[in-house]
């Protein structure tokens, strides 16, 4: 289950990053045509764009700067009319001068799960309505927090694995239950009988022969057990009584004395003549 959480969160995440950089890239590639065709003419166009592109939540900061590096349009009032280096965290003038060069996106990553996107365009101006550009460059700016993406793979991967989470569960519950009956409960028999041969000497009980084939085999040789100590201890009594027989026949009066000098046995004739009770 760990392994398929880690590889679908990756699969997730790699979606997440991959649909990041096309966004960015679009609001790039969209706010620098806007920023190329409207700027020189209609600015309030360009910051109605740029505003519009900040209403998406990923989106921290977007700015259309000029070749200095001022900002021309901002999601944030404040940043306009000033220098990029002074109001934007993490201004990169290496970065900028890159961006700056022909039209291709410059794409790097931020602090935490930041990535950034930096685009140039070149001003047009109207003339007889022929379209120019002049020397006048600029750079758009977008930095996008992926934060909240970041943590919801996270969360979208253990709500995937939900179902395999719970098919998990139900296995093991099934193979407990198993187990349980196959293994646990033969071998807690084997168990009992075991108690009752060594606390109350009971050989004719014998245990059923359930469960695997191992149980089944333990439980028959157990059984196998028992009944061997049934006919020995029935061939000891036998020999036992043969042998009392014999010496309850004799006419001699035979009697046992242990180490304390006190009689342990005395057939009956012994008795009979030594005057001993039996």
């Not at 999601?75 to 022909?102: I, K």
């Not at 909240?148 to 253990?158: F, L, N, T, V």
Request: charged share 25%; hydrophobic share 45%.
């Amino acid at each position: 289950i760990a392994t398929s959480f880690a590889a679908d969160r990756h699969d997730q995440r790699t979606l997440a990053a991959e649909r990041a950089e096309a966004d960015r890239t679009a609001l790039a590639e969209h706010l620098a045509r806007t920023a190329t065709w409207e700027l020189s003419e209609h600015p309030q166009r360009v910051g109605a764009e740029v505003s519009m592109g900040a209403t998406d939540l990923r989106a921290e900061r977007v700015l259309v700067l000029d070749g200095r590096g001022t900002g021309l349009a901002s999601n944030h009032l404040a940043m306009e009319g000033r220098p990029a280096a002074e109001v934007v965290p993490g201004f990169d003038p290496t970065r900028f001068a890159q961006a700056a060069r022909p039209r291709q996106p410059v794409r790097w990553d931020g602090p935490g799960q930041r990535k950034n996107v930096a685009l140039s365009f070149q001003q047009a101006l109207h003339q007889s309505d022929a379209r120019l550009r002049n020397l006048e460059q600029g750079v758009v700016w977008a930095t996008f927090d992926y934060s909240a993406e970041w943590e919801d793979s996270s969360r979208h991967a253990a709500i995937d694995l939900l179902p395999i989470g719970a098919s998990a569960v139900l296995v093991s519950l099934l193979l407990g239950l198993v187990l349980r009956h196959q293994v646990t409960r033969p071998l807690a028999l084997i168990g009992s009988a075991s108690q009752e041969l060594a606390e109350a000497g009971r050989l004719s009980h014998q245990v059923p022969e359930v469960g695997p084939a191992e149980m089944r085999q333990l439980a028959r040789r157990f059984n196998t057990m028992a009944q061997d100590i049934a006919h020995a201890q029935a061939d000891s009594e036998s020999q036992r009584a043969r042998i009392h027989a014999l010496v309850e026949s004799a006419m001699d009066a035979i009697i046992t004395i242990g180490a304390d000098q006190r009689i342990l046995t005395a057939i009956r004739s012994a008795a009979e003549r030594f005057v001993i009770p039996l």
